[in-house]
């Protein structure tokens, strides 16, 4: 029988399965919160599937790897004795893991949000015109992008950079938004577009 489905607003995102490591079944995890081996500090961990994982942290990852990403092992709900070949550890790869979000202590400052707080807050532009609402929040590997479906229909994806996003009102579930200029065939937002927008936890 599988596991149902959790309600993902219920929960915040906290890292994913990111590959093998050796042949023994050890998983490399990455890690999205502050400090990277907190990620097992809020007890056990629910996949977007509503399979429960329990890791157990063997290490950070090789040099040359991210500095968030860690070496564990993973037992999923039913597998008591773990993942057995790297084949196992493998298929995992690009897996979410969640936790409640009442699990997470809250904020520090209230300048301070979890990604996931993002969600379905409405983007404007500076002007005011509404843009679309923030739909996802996602990492392809090169920095933080928003999902944000236009009201007039399509998908934007938004670095989410101070250039790009230069303010957040989490109480409001409001964002102001700077669309990329595109120039020499790239996409650039007015000022520093890799500086990284501060506050998201």
Known sequence: MNAP??????????????G??????????????????????????????????VLTLTGMAPKGAKADVLVAQAKGQGNAKGLAN???AQALNGLKLYVPREALPAPEDDD???????????????????VGRVKAFH??????VLEIGRVLGGTLLLPFTRACV????????RLTIQEPIEIDGEDRGQGD????????V
Request: glycine share 10%.
């Open 86 to 88: 790297r084949e196992d």
């Open 139 to 144: 990492d392809f590997g090169a920095g933080d």
């Open 20 to 53: 093998s490591h050796g042949v023994r079944g050890l998983v490399r995890v990455r890690s999205f919160t502050a400090s990277p081996r907190d990620l097992t500090a809020y007890g056990p961990l629910t996949d977007e599937n509503g399979k429960v994982w």
């Open 5 to 18: 489905r959790p309600n993902l607003a219920d929960f915040v995102c906290v890292g994913n399965f990111s």
């Open 112 to 130: 301070d949000f979890y990604q996931a707080d993002l969600i379905g807050c409405t983007a404007f532009t500076a002007e005011g015109q509404e």
């Open 193 to 200: 577009a890799d500086e990284a927008a501060e506050g998201a």
């Open 166 to 173: 230069p303010a957040v009102d989490i109480a409001a579930k």
